[in-house]
């Protein structure tokens, strides 16, 4: 079975980001085909996103940890500066790609994945879980207020 199981408080995440009106990119390494195989019962979250990018994408010289991927997410979605894009990874090449694009991170260390939270230490802020994401922070311009960032780092 090639399909994958939807990574716990992900489609709520995403929904309530959208609802915020942030603009989305989903980045991947793996090809389309694949994706799309490993995907097929996730069509509502992943029609949420404006913007989904694969491993054989042609813009894409250099994988993940280089961070080509997302600076061609945040060119995608019209996002400059890099700075005020936030993303969220569950490997650490990942996070050390998002990092090498100057973008914040939050590092979901999945016990799925048996990943070390140790490797994680670059990252912004480290979670178990989309779930424990607090997205009430999270303003665009336009908005009342101002955004603030907290940075944490959670070790398990």
């Known amino acids: 079975n090639d399909e994958i199981d939807r990574m716990p408080g992900s489609l ?7 609802a915020k009106g942030c603009k989305l990119a989903l980045c991947t390494s793996t090809h389309r085909k694949a994706f799309d195989k490993k995907m ?9 996103f404006d913007v989904v990018i694969t491993g054989e994408d042609p813009e894409i010289r250099h994988g993940k940890p280089r ?26 090449v990942g996070v050390r ?22 490797k994680f230490l670059d990252a912004d802020l ?9 997205a009430t922070w999270i303003e ?16 398990t």
């Open 12 to 18: 709520e995440l995403v929904k309530e980001l959208k």
């Open 40 to 48: 097929r019962r996730h069509k509502e979250l992943v029609g949420l």
């Open 67 to 92: 961070p080509d991927v997302f600076l061609l997410a945040a060119r995608r979605l019209g996002k400059t500066p890099v700075q005020r894009c936030l993303v969220f990874d569950d490997s650490a």
């Open 97 to 118: 790609a998002a990092k090498a694009a100057n973008m914040h991170t939050v590092a979901v260390v999945d016990p799925r994945f048996r990943q070390p939270a140790s």
């Open 126 to 134: 480290m979670l178990i879980s989309l779930k424990d994401f607090d």
């Open 140 to 155: 665009l311009p336009g908005q009342a207020g101002n955004a603030t960032t907290t940075t944490t780092t959670t070790t």
